[in-house]
C-alpha cells in the first residue's frame, strides 16, 4: 500500500489560537498515526513560527498552549513550512523563523499538494 500522505494549511496565527491549536494537533495525530504529514504556514500562519512569538500567547488553565500543539507535531515528525514571500511582505528574515521550520516557496506547496491524498485547511 502506498505512504498516505496529508498537507495541513495553516494561515491563522496567534489571532485565532483555537485554529492554529487545532490544525497543529490534527497534524499531531495524523503524522502519528503513520501518516506522511505536512503543514505549510501561510500569512498569520507564518508569525507563531518566529523565534519568541509564542512567549505573547495567552495561557488558560486546562487548554493546551500553541507552543505545546507545536512541540508535538514537531515532534510527531511533522515538516513545517513557512511561505517565503509572506516572509518577505511581513519583513521577517529566515533566521528569525524557530530552526525545525524550513522555508519553501508556495510553488513547493502546490507540489506537495499534487501529491498528498489530502489537503486540508481548518477555518
Known sequence: M??????????????YPDIARTTLMLAALSANLGIKTTVFCFQDGVEIMVKGALDK??????VPTIRQRLN???????KIYVCSQTLVVRKIKEEDIIDEVEVAGAATFIYLALEADKVICIG
Open 2 to 15: 502506498a505512504e498516505k500522505k496529508l498537507v495541513f494549511v495553516l494561515s491563522k496565527g496567534l489571532n
Open 72 to 78: 508535538e507535531a514537531i515532534e510527531a515528525g511533522v
Open 57 to 62: 500567547e495567552e495561557v488558560k488553565p486546562g
